[in-house]
């Protein structure tokens, strides 16, 4: 006889009422139908199976929905390796994928194109035993770890479902190897193969509580999960979903089952005396006194002590980890280097595809990709005649705004007490750029580097520019959300050298006097006393309006691709000049700005270094104000040729965000 070693539960709390629970489904893995038969009475009574039986395979998947739900639309592999459900919820229709991944390396990578063209749209949850790893932090161990073509289809798969694994989503305090440590006494060989995910496809409203390690429950070399999701319409706490694992002695069979599992606990004579074990039991009371009350009050009472013992353990957590952040967060522990890597494995690039189709995922090829995208990207384009000709045009058409007085106060030399002013103002905790200097070691060794600083600081105010290792980026590539094989889900973010910060914190905090003055007041982004709220109310106002009146309106909202990696340095230094700006002021923007060159640091390297000929750096205390002076051209423009625009009645006006400009 083969007793089950895996069943992934999602339980459904009933109304409050009710006092009992209903098991929403279940997954069960077992080597033969006549098993497969058998256990569906003593697991789920009245349970509508899913089942995918083949012959020729060492398991099949059961997927049991209870009786009074609604089962939309199931299927199944036809391979005995998965199975599948639809039922209907309050939030809609919610599909439920039970795997079991073949503990073949070559018969994976079948699961996993057939698991991608499942899941291609619409709300789902993935449980199951995947027998495989992601990432070597896995396991301690040897382990079923991807490489190959099993890599790039599960890479694949993930992507484009955007599947989330649970785990990363909880943040478990406890790492995945101290539950089976403690259970298997430091043998064991698999690790984290047990897994939850979530695809947020479609219109996803959930939030994962917690995702906990069920070592206790389990017989097998595997690691049992518990995770609590929510379920609801527009995040309201309508629902709760909790998938969690449990060996029930009952599915065994009463001829030998029972002596199996009492030989196996022999094994583990410390478990009795395991404080999780107490724990359970005591939860395991309240559950049964809760469950046979007669008396509401009883009731209420036993609940209000379970929610008060775990609010309770979940301060002292709280308190613990905080203390433990205090004493170990930034030394160079175990603690620290763990942390160090779950971010790492979550930055990581496995896989581009390109703009050909074609997926990539050697790790040279993806350092070749990304450099020469950000390298082009970042490459100053050659102007022709024509668009020349139309920038002067519209220069023509800028007042002059910027006062004798204003150039004299921007090209000003600043004093000691400015420097220490920005130093002091620059933001803390931030990653330093090439040369390793934050803002914390400046204020702290300001006595001894004021001089010095303020000699760099009049030295590039009199050489109108900085030094070229002071002028080098490295860009950190942020995931934005999205489909991560694509590039553009990925967010470039430039770490800047101390020395860069603080000469562009003095430029901005002058100009930033200065923009008030030149910016419309269409434009609304980055400038004092405005606010981009002030956009989007003015747009609804105006639909009002054109409602009201019945007056034909078109409301047009650009999106520029790239806005901030898209300036071109001429076209900023010539709308400078057009704003009354004089020459010198201009060369110490140019100082700044020119001859710039970046790398790109993703996945624990760095990319060959390319020059930087256009755009405003995101991340720079400067790039946004410059952004801002870019804008007056684009209204003048529209002052300047709108009154040629022919129409009954015709009027429009525009509304600025910083790289969305509306239109009416």
């Known amino acids: 006889m083969c007793a089950p070693h895996r069943v992934d539960i999602i339980c459904k709390w009933a109304n409050f009422r009710q006092r009992t629970s209903k098991v929403l489904a279940l997954q069960e893995t077992l080597s033969s139908e006549e098993n497969l038969r058998r256990a569906l009475q003593r697991i789920m009574p009245g349970g509508q199976p899913v089942l995918d039986y083949s012959p020729n395979q060492t398991a099949d998947s059961i997927l049991l929905i209870h009786k009074t739900l609604k089962i939309v639309e199931q299927g199944c592999s036809g391979r005995g390796f998965a199975s599948w459900a639809k039922i209907r919820t309050s939030v809609g229709v919610v599909g439920i994928v039970g795997i079991h991944a073949s503990r073949k390396r070559s018969e994976r990578p079948e699961v996993w194109i057939w698991l991608r063209r499942l899941i291609n749209e619409g709300r789902w949850i993935v449980i199951g035993d995947f027998n495989m790893v992601e990432h070597r932090s896995d396991t301690i161990g040897p382990s079923p770890l991807l490489r190959g073509e099993e890599l790039r289809r599960w890479t694949v798969c993930r992507n484009q479902a955007d599947l989330t ?233 800028i007042d002059k705004r910027l006062t004798h007085q204003q150039n004299r106060a921007f090209r000003e030399l600043p004093s000691t007490e400015l420097i220490e002013e920005v130093i002091r103002s620059l933001p803390t905790e931030k990653a330093p750029g090439l040369d390793g200097v934050t803002a914390e070691v400046l204020v702290e060794c300001w006595e001894f580097l004021h001089a010095d600083c303020y000699a760099m600081v009049q030295s590039v105010w009199i050489k109108g520019r900085l030094l070229t290792k002071d002028n080098k980026g490295v860009i950190k590539l942020i995931p934005k959300g999205g489909d991560r094989l694509l590039l553009k889900s990925w967010r470039p973010i430039t770490l800047l050298t101390t020395t860069y910060k603080i000469v562009a914190k003095i430029m901005a905090m002058r100009l930033k006097h200065m923009l008030p003055g030149i910016i419309d007041l269409q434009q609304t982004g980055f400038v004092t006393g405005r606010s981009i709220v002030d956009n989007v109310m003015s747009l609804r106002l105006a639909q009002e309006w054109a409602g009201v009146t019945r007056q034909d309106s078109i409301f047009v909202k650009l999106d520029f691709q790239k806005a901030y990696d898209r300036v071109s340095h001429s076209y900023l230094w010539d709308t400078l000049a057009a704003l009354g700006m004089d020459v010198d002021s201009v060369l110490l923007i140019q100082g700044l700005v020119t001859n710039a060159s970046a790398l790109i640091h993703f996945n624990g390297g760095f990319s060959e270094e390319f020059p930087v000929g256009r755009g405003v750096r995101q991340g720079c205390p400067f790039g946004t104000l410059a952004f801002c002076d870019v804008h007056p051209t684009s209204h003048a423009d529209d002052e300047g040729r709108g009154a040629g625009w022919k129409g009954i009645g015709t009027q429009h006006w525009w509304r600025k965000i910083p790289d969305a400009p509306a239109i009416c």
Request: aromatic share 10%; proline share 2%; glycine share 4%.
């Open 165 to 397: 694994d649970t785990w990363f989503s909880a943040h478990e305090a406890k790492g995945p190897w101290f539950t089976r440590q403690a259970l298997h006494g430091n043998r064991f060989d698999q690790a984290h193969l047990d897994r939850c995910y979530l695809s947020e496809r479609g219109e996803w409203a959930y939030a994962v509580f917690e995702e906990d390690h069920q070592g206790r429950r389990s017989l097998s070399d595997h690691i049992p999960i518990r995770v609590k999701i929510q379920l609801s319409a527009r995040y309201r706490r309508e629902e709760k979903v909790v998938s969690y694992f449990k060996m029930n002695a009952k599915m065994l069979t009463s001829d030998g089952g029972m002596a199996e599992v009492k030989e196996e606990w022999q094994k583990h004579p410390t478990w009795a005396k395991d404080p999780r074990k107490k724990w359970g039991l005591a939860l395991g009371r309240v559950r049964k006194t809760t469950d046979n009350a007669t008396n509401r009050t009883e009731f209420e009472a036993a609940l209000l002590l379970l929610r008060n013992r775990e609010r309770s353990d979940a301060y002292i957590t709280r308190i613990r980890c905080r203390i433990r952040w205090l004493q170990e967060g930034d030394a160079p522990t175990a603690f620290f280097f763990a942390r160090y890597r779950a971010k790492m494995a979550q930055e990581k690039i496995t896989a581009l595809q390109l703009e050909s189709g074609a997926i990539i995922t050697e790790e040279r090829d993806i350092f070749g990709a990304v450099h020469t995208a950000f390298s082009e990207l970042y490459q100053a384009e050659e102007e022709d005649t024509l668009i020349l000709a139309e920038r002067r045009e519209m220069l023509q058409l």
